[in-house]
C-alpha cells in the first residue's frame, strides 16, 4: 500500500513539475501581440479626423512618404471600394505591415491602428483583428518552417490550411484564392497524368475548361502571363499520349494543343520550326551515342584516332553546340540519356 | 516656362533617372526569367521560390490598381518567367533544360532576348543557358544576368555533406534537411549537386570532372553570351540566421568566407580561405562571401520612404574571370545584403521584401539597357 502511495506521489509530483515546466517554457507573446491584444481588447479605434486631399501622384510614390493623414487617405481611395474583400484587406495590411515596423520599430501596431481609424473608422477593429492574425500566421510559418520543408504535399497542405481557418475562418478561402486556384490547376494536370494514354482532346478540353473555371474573367490575364508555363505543364500531363503517336500525328496533336492555349499563327509557325529542328538533333544525339558507344566499348577503349572522330562527328551534327556537348560529357553528363519530354525538350 | 525653371525641372529629372528613385520598377525591354536554386521552383521548404505564401511569383505585374495576387513594385506591362528545372542536379544538367526552356518561351512570345535572375545555383545555371544559347541562336541571347548568393567559387558545405563530415549520415538526408523532401522525386541526382558545387574537381578516380573550377574555365564571364554581367551577395550573422541553416552553420561547419587565396588553398570546397574568425559575417550560411561576386558587384539600397533601388559597387572592380578575383573581391564586406541565403526567396522567417527587392534588380536591368 505504502509502495504505492509512493509511486503515486512520485506520478503526481512529477506531473505537476512537468505543467509548470510546460507554463513557463511555453513560447511567451512578444510585445507586438501584446500591442495588438491590448488594443483589441480596449475596443478603441482612434478618432474620426477630416483627411487632407489626396496627394496627386501618390500612386508614383511609396506609401510611407506621406503622412500618417495621408496615408490613410490614400488608403481609402486604393482600397475604399474593395474593403469588405478580405483579399483586399490583407493586401493593405500587408503592404502597411513591411515598412511601419522599419519607421516605427518600437509602436508600429499603434501606428497601424491610428491608420486604419483614420482611414476606416467601421471597420477599423476588424481590421487589426485580421492585421493580428497575419502576424501570428507569420510567427507559425516561422516557427515550423523546418518541420514543414520535410512534410509531404498532402500533409503540408491540411497543416497550413488549418493554421488559416483558426486564424482566418472562412475568408482564408478569399486570402489564399490564387494558391487554391494553382492547387487546382496542378490537381487536375496531376490526374491527366496518372490517366490513361487515349482522349488527348477530352483532356485538352478538360484543361481548359479547368483554366477558365478556376480564373474567370481574370483568364486573358492569366494566359497573357503565364501561358508557357501552363502549356509546358499540360504537355509534361500527357507524354504517355504523344510517345505513342507517330511524328506527323505529334506534331499536329502539339500544334494543336498550343493553338487551344491560345498561341497565334506566328507563334505556332515558330514552334513548328523548332520542333523540327529539335526531331533532327535527338535523331543526331541517337547516332553520335550510337559511335561513341561503338567506340568507348571496344577492345583496348578509345584511341586518340577515336576521339578525333568523335569530335568530328559532334562538329557536323552539333555545330556552335560542340564544344559545350563535349564538356557535358567531361563532366559525366550524356544529352542522349536524357528523358526526352515531348513539346518541352 | 522660363529657362531657370526647364533647366531645374531637367536637373530634377536626370537626378531621378541617375539615383533610380522613382514609381516602382520600369518594364524591362527583354522579358526576366528567373532561375530557382537548388530545391524545386514551387517547393523550397514548403514556400514558393521567388514568391510570397499567397501564391504570387515576384514577376506577377498588377494590371488593375486593387488586384491582389501580385507585384504591385513592378511594371504593369512586365514579362517574365518562372523557369523551373530539375531540383537536385549539375549545372550542365540544369544549365542545357534552363536554355531548353528559356528557348520554349522565346519561341511562344516571339521574345528576341532574356534578361536572366538566378538565385543561389540559378545563377551558375544561368552561365551554362547563356552560352548554349549563344551557340544555338548563333548570336547573344542573354542581355543582363544577375546572380544572387550564387556560389561561384564553390561552397563549403558541398564538401562537409560529400564528406559526410559529422552529423551527416547521407548526402540526401542532409539535402532534405536543407532544402527539402523534392529531393525524393525522380530525376534528381543529390550527388551531382553537391559535386557542382564543390570548388575542385571532387573525385580524381571517377573519370569525370566536376566542380566549380572546371565549370567557370567552360562557362566563365563573357561579353558574347550576356552583355551585362553582375551579382549581389549576401552574409549574416549566425544569431539571424534561418533556423535549418544556423544549424548547419554552428551545429556542423563554419564557412569562415573572406580569406583571401587562389583556388581552395585550404581545402574545404571553395575557392580562397578564412580568417580564423567564425560568426563574423562572411557568409550567408550556404556560402561565403569569397565565392559570389561574378561581374560586378551590385549593391541594394533598401529604402523605407522611397523605392529600393541597385547601384554598382565602382570600388571593387569587375570579376572578369571567375577562378582569378582579386583579393578585394573575395573579402570585402561592402555592399554585401545582410540576409541569409534562403531570406532573399520566399521562405521565412525574415523581414525581406522580396517583391520590392526582385524590382528593384528590373529597374537596375533596365538602366543597364536590357
Redesign the interface.
Given at each position: 500500500m505504502f509502495q504505492n502511495k509512493k509511486i503515486l506521489y512520485t506520478v503526481l509530483t512529477s506531473l505537476i513539475l512537468l505543467f509548470i515546466g510546460i507554463l513557463i517554457l511555453r513560447p511567451g507573446k512578444d510585445k507586438n501581440q501584446k500591442d495588438f491584444e491590448k488594443i483589441l481588447n480596449e475596443g478603441k479605434v482612434a478618432e474620426s479626423i477630416e483627411l487632407p486631399n489626396l496627394p496627386e501622384d501618390y500612386?508614383?510614390?511609396?506609401l510611407?512618404?506621406y503622412s500618417i493623414e495621408e496615408i490613410a487617405r490614400i488608403l481609402q481611395e486604393?482600397?475604399g471600394?474593395?474593403i469588405d474583400n478580405p483579399?483586399?484587406q490583407?493586401?493593405m495590411i500587408e503592404?502597411l505591415m513591411?515598412?511601419l515596423?522599419?519607421?516605427y520599430p518600437n509602436d508600429w501596431v499603434k501606428v497601424l491602428n491610428q491608420i486604419l481609424g483614420y482611414a476606416f473608422p467601421d471597420k477599423a477593429l476588424e481590421l487589426l483583428r485580421m492585421a493580428e492574425n497575419l502576424y501570428n500566421y507569420?510567427r507559425f510559418?516561422?516557427s515550423n518552417?523546418?518541420k514543414?520543408?520535410?512534410?509531404?504535399?498532402d500533409a503540408?497542405r491540411a497543416m497550413?490550411w488549418k493554421e488559416r481557418y483558426r486564424l482566418f475562418g472562412e475568408k482564408a478561402d478569399q486570402?489564399?484564392?490564387?494558391?487554391k486556384?494553382?492547387t487546382v490547376i496542378g490537381d487536375t494536370l496531376k490526374r491527366i497524368k496518372e490517366s490513361p494514354a487515349g482522349n488527348l482532346d477530352a483532356k485538352l478540353s478538360n484543361y481548359a475548361q479547368t483554366l477558365k473555371e478556376q480564373f474567370g474573367k481574370e483568364y486573358p490575364?492569366l494566359m497573357e502571363?503565364k501561358?508557357?508555363?501552363l502549356?509546358?505543364g499540360f504537355m509534361v500531363s500527357v507524354q504517355k499520349d504523344l510517345k505513342v503517336m507517330s511524328y506527323g500525328e505529334r506534331k499536329s496533336a502539339l500544334r494543336e494543343i498550343?493553338q487551344t492555349m491560345g498561341?497565334d499563327q506566328?507563334?505556332l509557325n515558330?514552334?513548328d520550326a523548332?520542333e523540327e529542328e529539335r526531331e533532327k538533333n535527338w535523331q543526331n544525339q541517337q547516332k553520335y551515342a550510337e559511335k561513341r558507344s561503338q567506340l568507348s566499348t571496344k577492345k583496348g577503349g578509345m584511341t586518340a584516332e577515336d576521339e578525333k572522330q568523335l569530335d568530328t562527328m559532334r562538329k557536323q551534327l552539333f555545330?556552335?553546340?560542340a564544344?559545350?556537348i563535349k564538356?557535358?560529357e567531361?563532366?559525366?553528363?550524356y544529352?542522349a540519356s536524357d528523358?526526352r519530354t515531348y513539346g518541352?525538350? | 516656362m522660363n529657362s531657370k525653371k526647364k533647366n531645374l525641372v531637367c536637373l530634377l529629372a536626370l537626378l531621378l533617372f541617375t539615383t533610380g528613385v522613382?514609381?516602382g520598377a520600369r518594364k524591362t525591354v527583354y522579358p526576366v526569367v528567373f532561375a530557382h536554386g537548388l530545391s524545386g521552383f514551387d517547393?523550397?521548404?514548403?514556400y514558393y521560390y521567388f514568391g510570397n505564401?499567397?501564391?504570387?511569383f515576384v514577376g506577377?505585374?498588377c494590371?488593375e490598381?486593387?488586384e491582389?495576387?501580385c507585384n504591385?513594385s513592378i511594371s504593369s506591362s512586365q514579362?517574365?518567367?518562372?523557369a523551373?528545372v530539375a531540383p537536385f542536379q549539375?549545372s550542365?544538367?540544369r544549365g542545357?533544360?534552363l536554355a531548353?526552356?528559356i528557348?520554349?518561351?522565346m519561341?511562344?512570345?516571339?521574345a528576341t532576348k532574356v534578361n536572366i535572375i538566378g538565385h543561389s545555383q540559378g545563377g551558375i545555371d544561368a552561365r551554362?543557358a547563356a552560352?548554349?544559347l549563344?551557340?544555338?541562336y548563333?548570336r547573344q541571347v542573354v542581355h543582363a544576368l544577375i546572380s544572387v548568393s550564387s556560389p561561384h567559387r564553390g561552397s563549403p558545405t558541398a564538401k562537409y555533406i560529400l564528406d559526410l563530415g559529422p552529423g551527416v549520415t547521407s548526402v540526401i538526408d542532409a539535402l532534405?534537411?536543407l532544402?527539402?523532401?523534392t529531393i525524393y522525386g525522380s530525376?534528381n541526382d543529390g550527388v551531382?549537386a553537391a559535386k557542382q558545387l564543390v570548388y575542385n574537381d571532387y573525385s580524381s578516380t571517377?573519370?569525370?570532372?566536376?566542380g566549380m573550377k572546371?565549370?567557370n574555365t567552360?562557362y566563365n564571364v563573357n561579353t558574347s553570351n550576356a552583355a551585362y554581367w553582375g551579382s549581389i551577395i549576401t552574409a549574416q550573422d549566425s544569431i539571424n540566421t534561418?533556423?535549418?541553416l544556423y544549424l548547419l552553420k554552428e551545429g556542423f561547419y563554419n564557412i569562415d568566407g573572406d580569406g583571401y587565396c587562389l583556388d581552395d588553398c585550404d581545402n574545404d570546397g571553395a575557392a580562397g580561405k578564412g580568417d580564423g574568425t567564425r560568426g563574423n559575417n562572411d557568409d550567408d550560411g550556404l556560402v561565403g562571401i569569397n565565392s559570389q561576386q561574378m561581374g560586378d558587384r551590385l549593391q541594394y539600397n533598401e529604402?523605407?520612404?522611397?523605392?529600393d533601388w541597385i547601384t554598382v559597387n565602382t570600388s571593387l572592380g569587375y570579376v572578369s574571370n571567375l577562378n582569378a578575383p582579386t583579393s578585394a573581391q573575395m573579402t570585402s564586406k561592402s555592399s554585401v545584403v545582410s540576409q541569409d541565403h534562403l531570406d532573399v526567396v520566399g521562405?521565412?522567417?525574415d523581414?525581406f521584401?522580396e517583391e520590392?527587392f526582385y524590382a528593384s534588380i528590373l529597374d537596375f536591368i533596365v538602366s543597364k539597357g536590357g
Open positions: 500612386a508614383d510614390h511609396k510611407m512618404e486604393k482600397y471600394k474593395n483579399a483586399a490583407i493586401a503592404e513591411k515598412d515596423p522599419k519607421l507569420n510559418r516561422e518552417m523546418s514543414v520543408g520535410l512534410m509531404s504535399d503540408r497550413m486570402i489564399w484564392a490564387m494558391e486556384k494553382m490575364r502571363n501561358r508557357q508555363q502549356t509546358e498550343r498561341m506566328a507563334a515558330r514552334w523548332l555545330g556552335e553546340e564544344d559545350i564538356n557535358e567531361a563532366s559525366g553528363y544529352r528523358e518541352v525538350n | 522613382h514609381a517547393n523550397l521548404l514548403g505564401d499567397y501564391g504570387t506577377d505585374p494590371d490598381f486593387l491582389t495576387a504591385g514579362k517574365a518567367l518562372a523551373s549539375s550542365e544538367v542545357t533544360q531548353d526552356r528557348q520554349n518561351y519561341t511562344s512570345t516571339g551554362k552560352a548554349v549563344r551557340a544555338r548563333g532534405a534537411k532544402f527539402g523532401n530525376g551531382a571517377d573519370g569525370i570532372t566536376t572546371a565549370f567552360n534561418n533556423p535549418a529604402c523605407a520612404l522611397c523605392f521562405v521565412p522567417p523581414t521584401d520590392e
